[in-house]
T-cell receptor, first 114, second 113 residues
Framework: AQSVTQLGSHVSVSEGALVLLRCNYSSSVPPYLFWYVQYPNQGLQLLLK??????LVKGINGFEAEFKKSETSFHLTKPSAHMSDAAEYFCAVTFTGGGNKLTFGTGTQLKVEL | DGGITQSPKYLFRKEGQNVTLSCEQNLNHDAMYWYRQDPGQGLRLIYYSQIVNDFQKGDIAEGYSVSREKKESFPLTVTSAQKNPTAFYLC????????????FGSGTRLTVV
């Protein structure tokens, strides 16, 4: 069965510092991987996705993620954090033949401090 | 603009009552989903539907029911059998195909009073 693990339920960074949110996946077949962001009392918004093309994926708001098959990872990064990046971030996985169903991680709350 | 609309945004229910949460999309998506979100537990799948007049149970379907009579609509009923219904409920839709991902609504916060 497919799954994702997000290491660290809470991450705190200073404004201007590197953001690194970790996601490791488990899948017996090639996966499709997604990162979503959620602001308080709102739905989830797609940041970026990996669908077996380029392994380095660029998304909205300056975020990017790199698919590393050898490490079964899909970590989310941003070179310089901004106060507006404070939100909860979810990693998700699915695969061809999986019936479209996404399996979500438990989320990482990002706090950005002055 | 196309999108997915959930209503109401806030809903209060008395114990023992059934309530229905609305989810409508105009994206022409075939598949629709209902998730429940509780603090620290991520998103848990309640029900999903990949085609009109058909739906499947997710991981936590007990105490919930759905219908899919129209492509655009996928209402969720929280029944009195759901023991702990207070939560944030999210509806999503997608095209058929694993590489598309989901489009989410803005959620409904249900509180039992």
């Amino acid at each position: 069965a497919q799954s994702v693990t997000q290491l660290g339920s809470h991450v705190s960074v200073s404004e201007g510092a590197l953001v690194l949110l970790r996601c490791n996946y488990s899948s017996s077949v090639p996966p499709y991987l997604f990162w979503y962001v959620q602001y308080p009392n709102q739905g989830l918004q797609l940041l970026l996705k990996y669908t077996s093309a380029a392994t380095l994926v660029k998304g909205i708001n300056g975020f990017e993620a790199e698919f590393k098959k050898s490490e079964t990872s899909f970590h989310l990064t941003k070179p310089s954090a901004h106060m507006s990046d404070a939100a909860e971030y979810f990693c998700a996985v699915t695969f061809t033949g999986g019936g479209n169903k996404l399996t979500f991680g438990t989320g990482t709350q990002l706090k950005v401090e002055l | 603009d196309g999108g997915i609309t959930q209503s109401p945004k806030y809903l209060f229910r008395k114990e023992g009552q059934n309530v229905t949460l609305s989810c409508e999309q105009n994206l022409n998506h075939d598949a629709m989903y209902w998730y429940r979100q509780d603090p620290g537990q991520g998103l848990r799948l309640i029900y999903y539907s990949q085609i009109v007049n058909d739906f499947q149970k997710g991981d936590i379907a007990e105490g919930y029911s759905v219908s899919r009579e129209k492509k655009e609509s996928f209402p969720l009923t929280v029944t009195s059998a759901q023991k702990n219904p207070t939560a944030f409920y999210l509806c999503a839709s997608s095209l058929t195909g694993a590489n598309y991902g989901y489009t989410f609504g803005s959620g409904t916060r249900l509180t039992v009073v």
